[in-house]
Nanobody, 116 residues
Framework: QVQPVESGGGSVQAGGSLRLSCAASRRIISINAMAWHRQAPGKQRELVASIFSGGKTNYADSVKGRFTISRDNAKNTVYLQMNSLKPEDTGVYYC??????????WGQGTQVTVSS
């Protein structure tokens, strides 16, 4: 069982920065990929960024150049550094863990609010 736990959300003014963390309960070597999704009020959940076991990363076009996903295998943790935040980045951010056997686990979510 893998239980992702997110932290680091909060409220910030436009142009500010936040760093989200997602800690997985299982050794990260057995995890194939980790990703951040977000869901704004009244909208569907969308992929923000993902990072695979080999280090390859993918980003949504809306966050390219502003957000950076990284992972620390020793700490079983994945981070999302969010810079130049915009009001449209507001939402609940969820961590997704995909194991090497392709089981998927979602975290409980952390709220990010960006005010103009």
């Amino acid at each position: 069982q893998v239980q992702p736990v997110e932290s680091g959300g909060g409220s910030v003014q436009a142009g500010g920065s936040l760093r989200l963390s997602c800690a997985a309960s299982r050794r990260i070597i057995s995890i194939n990929a980790m990703a951040w999704h977000r869901q704004a009020p009244g909208k569907q959940r969308e992929l923000v960024a993902s990072i695979f076991s080999g280090g390859k990363t993918n980003y949504a076009d809306s966050v390219k150049g502003r957000f950076t996903i990284s992972r620390d295998n020793a700490k079983n943790t994945v981070y999302l550094q969010m810079n130049s935040l915009k009001p449209e980045d507001t939402g609940v951010y969820y961590c997704l863990v995909v194991t090497t056997t392709y089981n998927t686990y979602w975290g409980q979510g952390t709220q990010v609010t960006v005010s103009s």
